[in-house]
């Protein structure tokens, strides 16, 4: 059973429609992300989804919020409870990210008109993260379907709206723009060896790159 909103469903940031690309933060300690942050939004991406698989997220979210101020968007992923999304919510998160389905998180970020991105990947989930109020539905593990899946959701849900995540490389993003979604989600792809000595110049070319190849699609 699914849950209708009572209230109006959150829209998209500026800075997400402007960019169309959320890049996903993995560490070993959340005291690394500003560096590399800096570095993102040198090269144009200016959503930034830190990972509670990463230690220290929330005792450094309020710093990080404050310290970006403008110039990107800190939103808090991997959440799988309804207190984590409250306490993400709290300490000022732009939006929130699910791996799986859970209306009770999605209603949280809702009530509060937060943006939020639940994770599904069949039919049946990615509808009810959608009736529950969801933002855009975050299609997970968006490289075992491709972009074509998107035409085929659009047929039976034509106001379904999907930010695939998962497997999505830099060459791969261009055509899930094309196809329809919101934004494109990168974790590795995008970030490679940033959290390990990799250079945040190239990091930096690489947000570029990915950042032109996404205008260009969706000016199509």
């Known amino acids: 059973m699914t849950v209708t909103p009572s209230v109006a ?8 429609l402007a960019g169309r690309v959320v890049a996903v933060m993995r560490a070993g300690h959340a005291r690394e992300y500003a560096p590399v942050i ?21 005792d450094l979210l309020p710093r990080l919020v404050e310290d970006f101020g403008d110039t990107a968007e800190i939103g808090v992923g991997t959440i799988t409870a309804t207190d984590e ?14 791996p799986t389905m859970q209306p009770e998180v999605i ?9 939020v991105f639940p994770g599904g990947l069949t039919p049946t989930e990615l509808l009810t ?8 539905v975050k299609l997970f593990p968006a490289s075992t379907v491709g972009p074509g899946y998107i ?4 047929g039976p849900f034509p106001a379904l709206q999907v930010v695939p995540s998962g497997g999505v490389g830099i060459d791969d993003a261009p055509a899930w723009i094309a196809a329809g979604a919101v934004a494109v989600s990168l974790g590795g792809p995008l ?11 190239a990091l930096t070319e690489r947000a570029k790159r990915v950042s032109s190849l996404v205008a260009e699609a969706a000016d199509a």
């Open 107 to 115: 209603a949280a970020a809702v009530r509060r008109g937060v943006p």
């Open 129 to 136: 993260g959608w009736q529950c109020g969801a933002t855009a």
């Open 85 to 98: 999304a409250e306490t993400a919510l709290d300490q000022g998160a732009a939006f929130l990210v699910t």
């Open 9 to 16: 469903r959150p829209a998209p940031s500026a800075l997400l």
């Open 38 to 58: 800096d570095a993102l939004v040198a090269g144009g991406v200016a959503s930034i989804e830190l990972t509670l698989s990463t230690e220290g997220v929330f």
């Open 191 to 201: 970030l490679r060896d940033a959290f390990s000595g990799g250079s945040p110049a």
């Open 151 to 154: 035409g085929q959701l659009r």
